[in-house]
């Protein structure tokens, strides 16, 4: 394809969505316009009510009446009308701002570069309300959708509803009662609990979790067998009471029901376990 077919048909479609949007435009200005009306007319009626109750209350008083002004309609502006224009105006502003701001700081970028800024071009006040317009009317045609889905979805629900039925209770004849005493429920069982372990047994499993442990703690070798001192103090972690022992330059806690370990790291006790037994059960 040359470059003229081509160059043809973008105009052509150019053209064709130009003319789509001026369709668009003269429906949205028509409706605006038959709204302008019935609004101006609806003011008018208001109005020359008002100011015939107003004539004749002046007149009984004897005092001055001031009408209230009846403009033209091409300079009639309802308070929807004020309050579209206003949310538009904003709208517009801070779209201009936004605007801008990006060219502001593409400029500084490509004089920062050597590079030829080409701003982006700001759209006219009418093309932004239209674009506005219709993206709201796409929002609220997909709510409708959905409105309509879930009603029709509630009521498919409310005409399938089935009430459960309540069951009759049974009752047992007074007659037909029995008593029935049952024993008292009593644990044949020894209630047992974890004992508190010695220093040299928390040691013993201090022993295990380095000797399994000693790559994950941090240490160039196995120091298992390096002397583990305990401090001859206790500490609380995680509300369990711990033996706390030093070995080769790190700091253990042992709880002394042997429920866990824990090694120091910057002030915060992080915890370890063992994974074999060979060291405990020699």
Not at 17 to 28: E, G, I, L, M
Not at 181 to 186: G, I, K, L, N
Not at 197 to 209: E, G, H, N, T, W
């Amino acid at each position: 394809m040359s470059k003229e077919s081509k160059l043809e048909k973008k105009e052509a479609k150019a053209a064709k969505k130009a003319a789509k949007a001026d369709k668009v435009a003269q429906k949205s200005a028509a409706k605006a316009e038959k709204q302008h009306a019935k609004a101006y007319d609806k003011f008018v009626k208001e109005a020359t009510n008002k100011n015939a109750k107003g004539e004749k209350k002046a007149t009984a008083s004897g005092k001055a009446f001031t009408p209230i002004v009846i403009p033209p309609i091409d300079q009639f502006q309802s308070k929807a009308e004020l309050k579209a224009i206003k949310a538009n105006d904003k709208a517009y502003d801070a779209l201009v701002k936004k605007i801008n701001k990006k060219n502001t700081k593409m400029e500084a970028k490509c004089a920062k570069k050597g590079q030829p800024f080409v701003p982006i071009a700001i759209p006219g006040k009418d093309e932004v309300v239209a674009q506005e317009n219709k993206k709201k009317k796409i929002f609220s045609m997909i709510l409708m959708i959905l409105l309509i889905w879930f009603m029709i979805y509630f009521i498919i629900m409310w005409v399938n509803y089935v009430a459960p039925i309540k069951p009759v209770d049974e009752t047992v004849s007074e007659t037909n009662s029995v008593n029935y005493d049952y024993e008292t429920y009593s644990n044949p069982h020894e209630i047992t609990t974890t004992p508190d372990y010695s220093v040299s047994d928390a040691r013993r499993f201090l022993q295990q979790v380095i000797h399994d442990n000693w790559k994950v703690i941090g240490y160039s070798s196995d120091v298992s067998s390096s002397s583990i001192t305990y401090s001859n103090k206790t500490i609380k972690v995680n509300n369990a009471k711990c033996y706390v022992f030093t070995c080769s330059g790190k700091t253990y806690a042992v709880p002394v029901k042997l429920s866990g370990c824990y090694v120091e790291d910057n002030g915060k006790y992080v915890p370890l376990t063992f994974n074999d037994t060979d060291i405990l059960f020699k």
